[in-house]
């Protein structure tokens, strides 16, 4: 199955842009890459989803790379309110199960 | 506005017990997941259904069933609650393959 793989955790001043990133090496063609954060005491939230072309909303900007074995998420202006963990989830094909890994967690600093 | 809705959001049982966790959703999705979340975890998936009378096992599934009677709803039983499965319970439904799927609230479950 293919996985994926984000730093524990990322800092960020507010009001400046963040970078979080995903490497999925083994991702394969059909596999969506998607973006879920989960604030605390919440469940998660859709944040933003690809396959092979950067997509906008928004929320955010997603960056995927020409191989797609890996993706930036781009949060342009981090508030305090964009605390959160982040999630790098593959879709696995025609499947609609989604697993989640440890993600990412994102401190935003005043 | 269509919604997922769980319940009980907490609920404290004792070992042995079988306990039965609710989620409503009224989008009309077919696809329904259950999850759970450790503390300082993330999400292991237990059970998901892609319709009515079709359950599969995901990652975590010993100890759990689901059943599907209902486009809506997507109850999840532990048939004898263990001290190991107090945990945060989360029900997400979605359409299908490539689209969001959104979450409940979180049913917080202590078994004592």
């Known amino acids: 199955d293919a996985k994926t793989t984000q730093p524990n955790s990322m800092e960020s001043n507010e009001e400046e842009p963040v970078h979080l990133p995903c490497n999925h090496s083994?991702?394969?063609?059909?596999?969506?890459i998607h973006w879920y954060r989960q604030l605390p005491s919440q469940g998660p939230e859709y944040v933003i989803h690809?396959?092979?072309s950067n997509v906008n909303n928004r929320m955010a900007s997603l960056a995927i790379a020409e191989d797609r074995k890996s993706s930036t998420l781009i949060l342009h202006r981090a508030t305090l309110r964009d605390a959160a963990v982040y999630y790098c989830?593959?879709?696995?094909?025609?499947?609609?199960?989604?697993?989640f890994g440890a993600g990412t967690r994102l401190t935003v600093k005043p | 506005d269509a919604e997922i809705t769980q319940s009980p959001r907490h609920k404290i049982t004792e070992t042995g017990r079988q306990v039965t966790l609710a989620c409503h959703q009224t989008?009309?999705?077919?696809?329904m997941f259950w999850y759970r979340q450790d503390l300082g975890h993330g999400l292991r998936l237990i059970h998901y259904?892609?319709?009515?009378?079709?359950?599969n096992k995901g990652e975590v599934s010993d100890g759990y069933s689901v059943s599907r009677s209902n486009t809506e709803d997507l109850p999840l039983t532990l048939e004898s609650a263990a001290s190991s499965q107090t945990s945060v319970y989360f029900c997400?439904?979605?359409?299908?393959?490539?689209?969001?799927?959104?979450f409940g609230e979180g049913s917080w479950l202590t078994v004592v």
């Open positions: 997400a439904s979605g359409r299908g393959s490539g689209n969001t799927i959104y």
């Open positions: 083994t991702i394969s063609g059909t596999d969506y």
């Open positions: 690809g396959l092979t």
């Open positions: 989830i593959l879709r696995y094909g025609n499947n609609n199960d989604m697993r």
């Open positions: 989008w009309n999705h077919n696809n």
């Open positions: 259904s892609y319709g009515v009378h079709d359950t």
